[in-house]
């Protein structure tokens, strides 16, 4: 962490490892905060450029919602930036058209406008994703964030969830980030149910560590991108957890320990691209792997 984080993410290792305040986080948070409510400058380091983004702006409310401060004007700007770039349904695009002319990974790829209806609320966005709006409501729901586009984004979800009958692994973590607090706990049960047998028919999760051959990586994915019981169940009381065995859950957890490099930090199993992407990705990656760990009473270090 000291070798190669940034300064947020420095803070926020302090917060939940050290005894650190939430204050120094949201200080080195505001630093890459725009005028339109949104947020930019890489802290979704896989996207570069001062621009606001939907990715990066949902990166933001997981820090303000791991120092507890995800609440009040300060997330009313942000759901003001939402509605702003969201289409008229309520979905958030993954990356909006001004990303072009910074650099940004080529799994990111910025695409125009598509042409769009006259007169057409929401008109000149890309179309929206699960992937990126899944998650940014799980977090408004977690902290009881009431705003009126959070009712059209939530029923965005739910049709998409509900429409889901093959997908890849990034798409399930974000489904399942909305159904471990949305309101609707039977609707998101039932569904959780439905989405855990898919992920075990399509063999979306690897469930053995030490024969990851036997398991495909999704279309577009780099060599090797498994995704693990732990990385969808990221605690004991997602509604994923329910999917695997407590044998499969252990041996999860045992390669995710084992993970841990030479120099304390975790590898990144994405498609690398950019020096600084990496250094600035690998701390990130390092804190989730810590909590993760520890939401299961594993102990490190």
């Known amino acids: 962490m000291w070798l190669t984080a940034r300064v947020l993410e420095q803070r926020l290792f302090s917060y939940h490892f050290l005894n650190g305040g939430p204050d120094p986080v949201q200080t080195a948070l505001d630093a890459y905060r725009n005028e339109d409510g949104g947020y930019g400058h890489a802290l979704e380091p896989d996207l570069r450029g ?28 942000v759901c003001r930036y939402l509605t702003a770039v969201s289409t008229a ?13 910074y650099p940004a990974a080529p799994f990111v790829p910025v695409v125009d406008d598509p042409p769009p209806a006259p007169n057409t609320p929401g008109r000149g966005h890309p179309h929206g994703s699960l992937l990126a709006t899944g998650p ?17 984004a939530t029923d965005f979800c739910w049709q998409e969830i509900d429409g889901l009958e093959a997908s890849h692994p990034y798409e399930i973590e974000a489904a399942v ?17 439905r989405l855990g047998r898919l992920v075990r028919e399509q063999r979306l ?7 990851l051959d036997a398991y495909p990586v999704a279309p577009g994915y780099a060599p090797r991108e498994h995704h693990f019981p732990h990385d969808f169940a990221k605690s004991p009381d997602s509604l994923a957890r329910a999917w695997f065995t407590d044998e499969e859950m252990a041996r999860s957890l045992d390669f995710l320990a084992a993970e841990q490099e030479a120099d304390g930090g975790w590898p990144i199993r994405w498609r690398q691209w950019a020096p600084a992407a990496v250094l600035e990705s690998r701390p990130m990656v390092t804190i989730e792997a810590l909590h993760t760990l520890r939401a299961y009473g594993r102990l490190v270090g």
């Not at 980030?177 to 959780?192: G, H, I």
């Open 177 to 193: 980030a909305f159904l471990d607090t949305v309101p609707d706990r039977s609707r998101a049960e039932a569904a959780a149910d």
């Open 50 to 77: 001062p621009v606001s983004q939907p990715l990066h702006t949902g990166r933001a409310l997981r820090v303000l919602d791991a120092i507890e401060r995800c609440g009040g004007q300060r997330v009313e700007r």
């Open 205 to 211: 999760a690897a469930l053995d560590p030490e024969r």
């Open 136 to 152: 940014v409501v799980g977090l408004l729901h977690r902290n009881e964030v009431w705003h009126a586009w959070l009712f059209r």
């Open 89 to 101: 349904d309520g979905a958030l695009p993954a990356v909006l058209p001004s990303q072009r002319g």
